[in-house]
């Protein structure tokens, strides 16, 4: 069964060229991503603390502190993997369409290979796992008082930010250099595509 409101095209439509490329795997979204990965965790981190009054009075107890470390990685994948699902969820709730997931050398990725997205929704479904996430790993911030326990999800707040660099990267072109234009995006997973009706390419 199809959304009542269609937000893709199952084919190019003829007045529609490519304009845009984002390659995850090249060497200029890998050095983009790069910069701003940095960046964008320091940022979070800082605000974290700030709010919390960079609180550093954290207690290294033996116990706690490798239970810490042994929970800590996984569950820094794990919340790869839901960010992609995420993805999944909102691309399978706007489209109906066949999911492809996987793993390229530099990232996870989620695609609609077999369809091209229009922009509205393509920023909605690029944008879900930064904004579930976020809420999710904010809310046991409010309630969390010691100290350890808060860095630690800063500092997984923080990779979850940097981590959507790519997605804010694509959200940012879609939102700014395409505004006020009509876009189709095919999302093969690892690189995604941007179409342009040929009258607004000028």
Known sequence: MAPKTKHYFSELP??????????????KTGNIVMILFPIFFALTFVICEAIN????????KLARTLVASVVFIPTYFFMIIVHELIHGLFNKILTREKLVFGFSKKSAYCGTPSIYIKKGAKIVIAMAPFFVLLIALIIPLIF???????????????LHVGGCSGDLVEFFILLFKYKGKEVLVLDIGPSQTIYIKATNNK
């Open 14 to 27: 003829e007045n529609y060229i490519s304009d845009y490329v984002i390659d995850a795997s090249s060497k």
């Open 144 to 158: 969390v008082k010691d100290p350890f326990y808060y860095l630690l999800i800063t500092i997984l707040l923080g």
């Open 53 to 60: 009054g960079f609180n550093f009075a954290i207690e290294f």
